[in-house]
């Protein structure tokens, strides 16, 4: 095992590899939100994952119950003093989807709670998603003046453009766990953790045990169509980085801060 963190109460990203299983887990304190740091160590963790000759399958999840992910720390959001900082830390986003999306292996996503912003985005990059009912989702960037640029690409590969529009649009809205598996976000949805888990083992033993080149080559055709992306998520960082310096989004996120 290995783990990237200062202390806990800075998060982490943590991975562990079991008989050709990655399993690589992101923490923070509040509610697994992701500062630049988590980022930086979660897209390095994949792409380590990814070149290690050890390694079959990954699973990306992260700690705790009922909560995902909350998507960008709003304290960094406020930290933000120029646009070259905003760029930096929305490519943090684009850095980590950019990873999973270059990653010669299979990534699996474990969402067992909600998941806001950048957290939809993380399921919506991994090639194949369990939920829980816990699991709802909502994209609350036009709530407070920025818009999931960097995310809805991956997003809208995943739910189409309805069903990320609808997200996107009604920012203050959850849609239920159900309503993303039926969208495509989630593979399938289970009733608890435990169950979710028995579904994740059993697929990711299987990977396991399949032909790395062919699990390659489908991953590919999988994401034929993306070859842009570095260029594109790095463009539309720098939209995000530009707009959360306006004077509406920084009132917009005090607020939700409070």
């Given at each position: 095992?290995?783990?990237?963190?200062?202390?806990?109460?800075?998060?982490?990203?943590?991975?562990?590899?079991?008989n050709g299983?990655?399993?690589?887990?992101?923490?923070?304190?509040a509610s697994n939100s992701l500062p630049r740091n988590i980022l930086s160590k979660l897209s390095d963790a994949i792409r380590n994952a990814g070149e290690?000759?050890?390694?079959?399958?990954?699973?990306?999840?992260?700690?705790?119950?009922?909560?995902?992910c909350a998507g960008a720390s709003f304290d960094e959001l406020l930290a933000i003093n120029n646009e070259t900082e905003g760029i930096q830390f929305f490519s943090g986003f684009a850095n980590v989807i950019n990873a999973i999306r270059t990653?010669?292996?299979?990534?699996?996503?474990?969402?067992?709670?909600?998941a806001v912003g950048g957290g939809v985005g993380l399921a919506a990059a991994a090639d194949h998603c369990f939920?829980?009912?816990?699991?709802?989702?909502?994209?609350?960037?036009l709530a407070i003046g920025i818009g999931p640029?960097?995310?809805?690409?991956?997003?809208e590969r995943k739910l189409g453009t309805s069903g990320f529009s609808q997200l996107t649009i009604d920012s203050s809205s959850w849609k239920t766990a159900d309503w993303a598996a039926q969208y495509g976000l989630y593979s399938e949805v289970f009733d608890s953790s435990e169950k979710m888990d028995v579904a994740i083992d059993t697929l990711a033993k299987q990977l396991a045990s399949s032909s790395p080149a062919a699990m390659y080559e489908l991953k590919k055709v999988l994401w034929s169509?993306?070859?842009?992306?570095?260029?594109?998520?790095?463009?539309?960082?720098?939209?995000?980085?530009?707009?959360v310096l306006s004077d509406f989004t920084r009132k917009a996120i005090q607020a939700f801060n409070k």
């Open positions: 095992m290995s783990t990237s963190g200062n202390s806990i109460s800075d998060g982490f990203v943590k991975s562990e590899v079991n299983i990655s399993s690589i887990t992101f923490f923070h304190p290690a000759k050890d390694v079959r399958v990954i699973i990306l999840k992260s700690e705790g119950d009922r909560a995902f990653c010669p292996k299979f990534v699996l996503g474990r969402v067992q709670g909600k939920a829980t009912r816990f699991a709802s989702i909502k994209l609350s960037e640029f960097v995310v809805g690409p991956a997003v169509g993306t070859e842009g992306w570095d260029t594109l998520l790095n463009d539309r960082a720098a939209i995000s980085g530009r707009l």
